[in-house]
């Protein structure tokens, strides 16, 4: 009987020294796997070896070793959901201030490091923001991590929109580096959005899609329909214009503001803010965002090539809003 607890002994000591990938499921090798990732491990550990010992352990090793498909998955082959390229354009704004108070919402990389949001993420009656960062969505793990820290480039609070730029890089944890990362340059790269793409009206019963932070902290797509239009009346040019779509209350969830919309192909409609003529929440229609930065690019506040050849494309049809206001609640 001794001798036979002493070959099984061996016999399992030699299993673990040829065959490596054995203790492919332990903690260690997956922080070697995982360097440079926030993803929880236990996505990546057999379920059924976690919580044994004794014989059970033993005999999950010896089970494994003869069925290659029950070892650990690699990180290198899981592949995500395949979901829209504005899921990752799609940041969390987070905005404190110097009175304690902390303001939460949703923001949109453009190109070049600018991100548009709602000024209601970033402004606080009177005062502005100490610090502001950026957190997104990493495409590679449904994992979010932080990528910049901001600062505000232009408030308008009659359109109720806010232009953002990055300032500073920082690591996943929001600490400060000195070089963006290959992630960060990555993203800057590729997921910028185009809110130019298009100027053609919007009309009602319009399917907009967009990013709803789900249970497990990461963007799924959602949709809504697009009803009723919100108006204001240009006491100037005397005519009511429409400046976007009122939405449900059932859309006030947590990060309502600065929510980005899409269409089906993936085309920017615009976002969900609070507009200077109103109380509650509304949609502010992309020719409004888009309005905004051509101003901000006319004033100068900006100097972006590709801001500049859009607004030239746009010529006569760019549509201007909120223009009575004379840009009495506007901060450059």
């Known amino acids: 009987m001794f001798k036979r607890g002493v070959v099984f002994t061996i016999f399992v000591a030699l299993m673990y020294m040829v065959n490596p990938a054995l203790l492919y499921g ?17 996505l990546f550990v057999p379920q059924d070896t976690k919580n044994h010992s004794g014989k059970d352990s033993h005999s999950n090793t010896l089970s494994t070793s003869h069925n290659p498909q029950s070892q650990g998955i690699s990180p290198r082959d899981m592949k995500l959901p395949k979901l829209p390229d504005w899921i990752y354009s799609t940041a969390i704004i987070e905005s404190s201030f110097n009175d304690g108070s902390f303001k939460k919402g ?53 359109s109720g929109l806010a232009l953002l730029k990055v300032a500073k890089y920082v690591d996943s944890y929001c600490q400060m580096r000195p070089i963006k990362s290959y992630y960060q340059d990555r993203i800057y790269k590729h997921f910028g959005v185009n809110v130019f793409a298009s100027s053609v009206g919007i009309k009602p019963q ?57 269409d089906k192909n993936g085309v920017f409609l615009g976002i969900m803010s609070r507009a200077g003529v109103g109380y509650l929440p509304v949609f502010i229609n992309r020719n409004v965002i888009q309005d905004f930065l051509c101003d901000v690019q006319d004033k100068e506040i900006i100097n972006e090539e590709f801001v500049r050849n859009a607004c030239k494309k746009l010529g006569s049809k760019r549509e201007r809003f909120f223009t009575d206001m004379k840009g009495r609640t506007s901060f450059y």
């Open 106 to 158: 949703l923001g949109t990389l453009l190109k070049n490091g600018f991100y548009i949001t709602s000024s209601e993420v970033i402004y606080n009656g009177t005062i502005t923001p100490t610090k502001i960062y950026a957190k997104m969505q990493d495409d590679f793990n449904a994992n979010m991590m932080c990528v910049a820290q901001l600062s505000i480039k232009a408030i308008d609070l009659d």
């Open 26 to 42: 332990s903690e260690d090798s997956l922080k070697e796997v995982m360097e440079g990732y926030e993803s929880p491990q236990k």
């Open 206 to 262: 319009t399917e907009a899609y967009y990013p709803y932070l789900d249970d497990e902290f990461v963007f799924i797509q959602q949709s809504l329909k697009l009803t009723k239009f919100a108006t204001y009346y240009d006491f100037d040019r005397r005519v009511e214009q429409v400046y976007g779509f009122e939405m449900g209350r059932d859309s006030y969830e947590e990060f309502t503001y600065g929510r980005a919309f899409y």
